[in-house]
């Protein structure tokens, strides 16, 4: 028997899942609750999803349009590629860390690859979801890697424009600690936000530690202040 997800089923058990996030939050998302609002079973939902964490990150990706929106207007815009740079950054702090936890599950508790999987298929079944997003000037259809292979490509980018005073060897490794400097700060964000406490703060000393990472290897009149 086949047990592929029709289209249609697969996106109103995801449109299901959006409206359990919405109503319960990331911390307390789950798949019985997810399988009462489709009126499904949970055995049912298993066939068709690996777990609580996959399908997590499907109703996830419809809670983020307004930050895809706002995404979309830097990745294709006018600016040249460090100005991108830093804006884009500086939108990706002020979403995920305003929804710590949903960005936390989808960068750092999907297997690899399994985030990639997942936004191509959503790009396939909803059209408010466009590959156009992860294109970054590069003529590629879509950058894969997760939120390191997407940083990499952007750090690339200014490397090749002459932004960077960095060897393209040491592109990989100044990405990492970057990226583990921002995952240090997700968790920080998502203890305050159990504790009811605001993430604005932590937000803007994140962008400052971001912008004092970049200080050795940018042009102090490329840096912003």
Not at 91 to 102: D, K, L, N, R, V
Not at 132 to 153: C, E, M, P, S, T
Not at 207 to 225: D, G, M, Q, T, W
């Amino acid at each position: 028997m086949d047990h592929r997800l029709r289209p249609e089923s697969k996106k109103h058990i995801i449109r299901c899942a959006h409206r359990v996030l919405l109503r319960d939050g990331a911390a307390d998302f789950s798949i019985r609750q997810v399988a009462a609002e489709c009126g499904s079973s949970v055995s049912g939902l298993y066939r068709h999803f690996s777990g609580r964490d996959e399908l997590l990150a499907y109703a996830s990706l419809m809670s983020l349009d307004e930050y895809y929106g706002q995404l979309n207007r830097y990745i294709n815009g006018d600016r040249n590629s460090i100005e991108n740079y830093f804006e884009v950054e500086r939108i990706f702090a002020e979403y995920s860390f305003s929804m710590p936890e949903i960005f936390y599950n989808m960068y750092f508790v999907l297997p690899e690859g399994k985030l990639d999987e997942i936004m191509l298929d959503s790009f396939g079944l909803f059209e408010n979801f466009t590959e156009d997003l992860f294109i970054y000037h590069f003529g590629k259809r879509f950058v894969g890697g997760g939120i390191g292979g997407r940083n990499l490509a952007m750090l690339e980018r200014c490397y090749e424009d002459g932004f960077l005073e960095i060897s393209r060897e040491e592109l990989p490794l100044f990405n990492a600690g970057i990226i583990a400097m921002y995952r240090g700060f997700l968790d920080t964000a998502i203890q305050a936000k159990k504790q009811g406490e605001d993430t604005a703060e932590i937000t803007k000393q994140y962008l400052e530690a971001h912008r004092l990472l970049h200080k050795r290897v940018i042009s102090s009149e490329i840096l912003p202040i």
